[in-house]
């Protein structure tokens, strides 16, 4: 495991749990206001069909099925990056390009300088009730990247000699977890995560790039780019939700662990990833969310040799960091005929504080949409 970003900074970790305590607090008053309206009662089943009983989309491996039942999903992500931030400021493409030492090799300074990245995620999930208090799920990804770079000229100076845009696509790597029951009574719900990633993701992606020189060679496109880790990664975690009356709430915690190094010499930094949300029912096809998220990324441990261009993406250093972000999120869910059993939800996240080992891109949004069916 690369123990550089084992557990989050105490300033990332004191803000994940003031927000946490916030949104306990604000969903124990509401649930005390409207303890007398919306009773959910104890069919467990039926429970199970209304908006109100799940996370927000974004939040992954939130609830377990039912034995005996299976659950198919599906999300779309779409994230936007643009802008370069080094710890909380930012920063322009000409500062990086004049300033920051390129470690690689030649030209002294990084002068090729990342500008957007948008990202699309297509997420696939099964999930089956093994029994009362074991559930099985698996999940993969199909992922798309552009990165837009504007490349300097020559060794030194600001001039811009031109732009270009990388891509990349493929299946992701795909995670097999077991979602285990340790508590559940009077509306409250613990179980364990305890997941396996398998690297089925690409590590070898190229594509032309535009060089300071004015040549446009294939090369191995930086980490970022990547379609996978290329490493075995346990996914351990822990999951709380609670509800009383038309409120519910939750808390997730949840970490890829890197057990190698992968077959290009490196291995992606430690995730730590910890989540809080409340949620109200309208009614019992509709609910909304508030939710906070934080993440610890670590930095890259190891290179691959092929990635040796004067470009920020290329160097392990500058990678990982902490963010925090806040999101709203909508809930339908069927309760009849042939929609009974489906839900449909959308979630949108902005970051409220970003912390980054750069200089690199800093995320603008992110927004979530997807589908499930119980049954």
């Known amino acids: 495991m690369n123990g550089s970003s084992f557990m989050p900074s105490a300033r990332m970790a004191g803000l994940i749990a003031a927000g946490i305590t916030a949104a306990f607090a604000c969903t124990a008053q509401a649930q005390h206001e409207h303890h007398h309206g919306h ?59 004049t300033t920051i030492p390129n470690p690689n090799a030649p030209p002294p300074t990084l002068r090729v300088v990342p500008t957007s990245m948008p990202m699309n995620m297509h997420m696939f999930g099964a999930m089956y009730g093994v029994t009362d208090w074991l559930t099985v799920m698996l999940m993969g990804m199909y992922i798309e990247r552009e990165m837009d770079h504007t490349t300097f000229m020559g060794g030194m100076g600001a001039n811009v000699l031109g732009g270009f845009t990388t891509r990349s696509s493929g299946f992701g790597d795909t995670k097999l977890s077991g979602l285990i029951r340790v508590y559940e009574e009077d509306g409250h719900h613990i179980h364990l995560n305890a997941g396996i990633s398998f690297p089925t993701g690409s590590i070898d992606e190229t594509d032309d790039v535009l060089t300071p020189m004015g040549t446009m060679p294939v090369l191995t496109l930086p980490y970022p780019m990547q379609i996978g880790s290329g490493t075995w990664d346990l996914v351990p975690g822990i999951t709380y939700t609670g509800s009383g009356g038309a409120v519910g709430w939750g808390a997730q915690y949840l970490a890829t662990l890197r057990l190698d190094t992968n077959d290009a010499g490196y291995s992606l930094g430690d995730e730590h990833r910890l ?3 409340a949620s109200y029912g309208f009614a019992d096809w509709i609910s909304a969310s508030l939710r906070l998220a934080g993440q610890s990324i670590g930095r890259i441990d190891g290179r ?72």
């Open 304 to 375: 691959d040799l092929r990635i040796a261009a004067p470009v920020q993406t290329a160097v392990p250093e500058f990678h990982g960091g902490e963010r925090l972000d806040i999101g709203i999120g909508v809930n339908l869910a069927g309760q009849k005929g042939f929609v009974k059993g489906q839900r449909v939800a959308v979630e949108f996240m902005v970051p409220v504080v970003q912390d980054l080992n750069g200089p690199q891109m800093e995320t603008d949004w992110s927004f979530t949409v997807g589908w499930q069916y119980s049954f």
């Open 275 to 277: 989540t809080a949300w």
């Open 39 to 97: 009773d959910m009662g104890g069919d467990h089943t039926a429970h199970h069909l209304m908006a109100n009983a799940r996370a927000p989309v974004g939040v992954m491996g939130d609830h377990m099925a039912p034995k005996g039942n299976w659950m198919l999903s599906y999300r779309f992500m779409r994230m936007a990056m643009e802008g370069n931030r080094i710890g909380t400021n930012s920063v322009t493409p000409e500062t990086i390009a």
